[in-house]
């Protein structure tokens, strides 16, 4: 009797794991990106505004927000915040350390429970000489 409760209990479990976690559908998750604008250009010195937000109509798990050089040698920004909504507002900023020109990428992205981008959004825009 004691294997048919836990069999019964194992199957329970199982039934649960399979249709109480259903997968975040990337078509749900939103990001939008509102600053820095699309090719601004950014002095050495200055403050850099990343303001946006990501929505789903699903719980989100883990947003990275990131910006870097389009070479991708240099990270300037790097910030993950964990989160169990189904939005969260962006409102962070840094100072702009790099005196020569070149292309930035702000990229936002979401992960999922088991480390996996879901969706993602980037926004190109410029170091300029001081």
């Not at 294997?3 to 249709?19: D, K, R, V």
């Not at 990106?33 to 109509?57: C, H, L, R, Y």
């Not at 900023?93 to 992960?111: D, G, H, P």
Request: hydrophobic residues 40%.
């Amino acid at each position: 009797m004691k294997y048919l409760n836990l069999t019964n209990c194992l199957f329970a479990l199982l039934l649960l794991a399979i249709t109480g976690f259903k997968p975040l559908d990337v078509s749900d998750v939103k990001i939008q990106i509102i600053t820095p604008t699309e090719n601004a250009s950014v002095k050495m010195g200055d403050t850099v505004f990343i303001t946006g937000s990501v929505t789903s109509e699903n719980a989100l798990h883990d947003v990275s927000i990131k910006v870097r050089t389009a070479d991708n040698l240099l990270t300037l920004y790097s910030e993950n915040i964990h989160t169990h909504g189904n939005q969260l507002s962006i409102n962070k900023n840094y100072i702009q350390t790099i005196k020569y020109k070149t292309e930035l990428v702000l990229e936002i992205s979401t992960r999922d429970h088991s480390g996996n981008i879901i969706a993602s959004a980037t926004r190109k825009f410029y170091s300029d000489k001081k």
